[in-house]
């Protein structure tokens, strides 16, 4: 279903208004504490998570192709699949601003310029997802990386974080050009950008085949060093560590639903008629990153470092769920394999969100406390705050009844019931490499609930109350939503199906 016209990106439309006005409200505020300026972008962010949840709903009750509108002469698409992501970006943000915005203040980051940025990241993930054609993927990836690189050097005093901010550049720019020239080889063999004109050329045959493998290995390079997978992952747990923590939680966040849309975009909308091809890859891929995720976290004794680690281990065991997807050509196999997936990816990203926000919490003017050994006797001196830490990491570890158990679960049933051995092998060595990583996680409880404390200070966030209730908020929606997971499984069903309907 086509629409020439510019209501199918008026959340984007708003978006970008919105940061405009934030940017020049900011040069009008004198007040530290960056009340107006912080409502306002939160307001603009929950009023395009609003305009997507009634998007969604429009195009879950649509029938079949009619869910997907093509708009822009064919430039974007608007599907429930993008807007349950685009929506899930927008709320993970306003959560990350939430949790960020006691830990900037006491850091002299608290400007316009961190809000601004924050929306245009939100912005260039809405275009990515959005996007039906190579070149709007590239302007959604650049938007984003911009904005995310500025972020990471707002400290400009701070040596660490402009180290931190150089590398990401470096990842950024490796990333963008493996993608570009992987594009513009998949140009070359197929004569077009849009991606279903290039998988209506894959399925007549009348390509080049030698130029069409070269574009596929360069594709799936690039959407790695995106992820953050091994072999590409070099300086990510570094560009963890070193960036400013409210900085880290942006990046091990809301990103992540985009490079995950590209994924399905690129891959699965428009090379799926060679899949046997990517699927090895990402095979490949997955397992390395499970390997050096896991066992490299085990020797970190920095806890963003080793989240950093966690989350290579993390997105590996995701990457999982798009291999056997399109084995037999079975569209069921294939909609119970991304939209595992899917889940796995809002769920991680829900506990992540939680466990960074505790660190900043944690920490206070001078004081960072992002070392395992920081959090000692945290179960004597704040019973809750352990506790709700405990939740996070259980659920990374994949302990019931947290949804990090389910998430794993849905993975490895999407693996065993493709029925095909190479696929039950590689449930049995993801078992086996989470039993390994389950070690990092169970020490950071242990630490809290068995060494003793070093020294006994004030947490960083005590005068934002609100924050500390955010917290209680997101343990117990990791709990719940591994006690009933069915509600957003189903969610993740139905807009999986919707996009390959479309």
Not at 39 to 57: E, F, N, P, R, Y
Not at 187 to 199: H, K
Request: proline content about 3%; hydrophobic content about 60%; glycine content about 10%.
């Amino acid at each position: 279903m086509t629409q020439m016209n510019w209501l199918v990106v008026y959340p984007e439309i708003l978006l970008l208004v919105a940061a405009c006005v934030v940017a020049l409200v900011d040069l009008y505020v004198t007040h530290p504490a960056r009340s107006l300026t912080f409502w306002l972008t939160q307001l603009s962010l929950g009023a395009v998570a609003v305009m997507h949840v009634a998007a969604l709903q429009a195009g879950l009750g649509a029938e079949g192709a009619k869910a997907s509108v093509y708009a822009m002469q064919g430039l974007v698409v608007s599907d429930p699949m993008g807007h349950l992501l685009a929506l899930s970006a927008a709320l993970a943000m306003m959560l990350t601003i939430a949790y960020a915005r006691p830990y900037i203040g006491s850091r002299e980051m608290l400007k316009g310029e961190f809000f601004t940025l924050a929306m245009f990241v939100v912005l260039g993930i809405s275009v990515m997802v959005s996007a039906n054609n190579f070149l709007v993927i590239y302007v959604g990836l650049e938007l984003m990386s911009l904005s995310l690189y500025a972020l990471i050097a707002l400290r400009r005093d701070h040596s660490v974080a402009t180290e931190a901010a150089m590398k990401y550049f470096v990842l950024g720019a490796l990333a963008s050009g493996f993608l570009l020239y992987g594009m513009s080889m998949l140009y070359g063999a197929t004569g077009s950008l849009d991606i279903p004109e290039v998988f209506d050329a894959i399925a007549t045959g009348q390509v080049n085949a030698t130029v069409l493998s070269f574009g596929v290995v360069f594709i799936v390079a690039g959407l790695a060093f995106k992820l953050g997978l091994v072999p590409f992952h070099m300086w990510v747990p570094d560009v963890y560590q070193g960036s400013p923590t409210a900085i880290t939680l942006m990046i091990g966040g809301a990103p992540k639903f985009a490079a995950f849309a590209v994924t399905i975009r690129l891959l699965v909308e428009g090379l799926s008629g060679i899949a046997h091809d990517w699927q090895q890859m990402l095979i490949l891929l997955a397992v390395l990153s499970l390997v050096v995720g896991n066992i490299a976290a085990i020797a970190q004794t920095n806890l963003k470092r080793m989240l950093g680690y966690s989350a290579i281990a993390q997105l590996g065991f995701m990457l999982l769920g798009l291999t056997p997807t399109v084995v037999a050509g079975s569209t069921q196999l294939a909609a119970n394999g991304y939209s595992s997936a899917l889940f796995y990816l809002v769920t991680y990203v829900l506990t992540t969100l939680g466990g960074f926000g505790l660190i900043m919490y944690l920490s206070r003017q001078g004081f960072e406390s992002e070392e395992i050994a920081d959090l000692a006797g945290l179960a004597k001196r704040s019973p809750w705050l352990a506790g709700v830490m405990t939740v996070f990491m259980f659920s990374l570890a994949g302990v019931p009844p947290m949804v990090g158990f389910y998430a794993k679960f849905a993975i490895l049933q999407a693996l065993v019931s493709t029925g095909q051995s190479l696929y039950m092998w590689l449930a049995i060595v993801a078992v086996l490499l989470s039993l390994i990583g389950a070690f990092y996680y169970l020490r950071v409880v242990k630490v809290m609930y068995f060494d003793e404390a070093r020294e006994s200070k004030a947490f960083g966030g005590l005068s934002f109350p609100g924050v500390g209730a955010l917290l209680a908020v997101n343990g117990l929606a990791a709990l719940l939503l591994g006690i009933l997971p069915e509600g957003l499984m189903a969610l993740c069903r139905d807009v999986i199906v919707a996009a390959l309907a479309g």
